[in-house]
């Protein structure tokens, strides 16, 4: 898959069309989806580092190589890494077998985003 590869060599942009968050419930140890929102928030990944042109200006520097996680329905690309404020985070991407939208997440440990992508720009 092209766009695993693209996060360690190159720079790409891609452009979000929706995005939730969710909260870890501690109690319950499981996750509270917020509904969809339609957005458009561009992603830029270049060499080892992913930029979120969002709200908080996101800056995440990969620090570790990636893992190839089979799931349900798809793969799991995954990454570790810190951000802009020094916090260690996760970046995943997942391509889903049914051809789906490919899915970008940021995970820390108690919140999570997930990014729906929109199609490549030509």
């Known amino acids: ?3 695993a590869t693209t ?3 190159g720079q790409t942009t891609y ?3 929706r995005v939730s968050t969710a909260i870890l419930n501690k109690k319950t140890n499981t ?3 917020s509904p969809k929102k339609e957005v458009e928030i561009k992603i830029t990944i270049a060499d080892d580092d992913i930029y979120f042109d969002n709200e908080a200006q996101t800056h995440v520097h990969l620090t570790s190589d990636m893992a190839t996680l089979t799931i349900k329905g798809g793969t799991q690309y995954k990454w570790f890494g810190i951000d802009e404020e020094k ?3 996760s970046f995943s991407i ?3 077998d049914d051809g789906s ?3 970008y997440y940021l ?3 108690d919140i999570k985003a997930c990014y729906t992508m929109a199609p490549p720009i030509e």
């Open 1 to 3: 898959m092209t766009v």
């Open 7 to 9: 996060v360690l060599y």
């Open 15 to 17: 452009y979000t069309t």
């Open 31 to 33: 996750w509270k989806w």
């Open 87 to 89: 916090i260690r985070c």
């Open 94 to 96: 997942v391509s889903w």
């Open 101 to 103: 939208p490919v899915q």
């Open 107 to 109: 995970s820390y440990a």
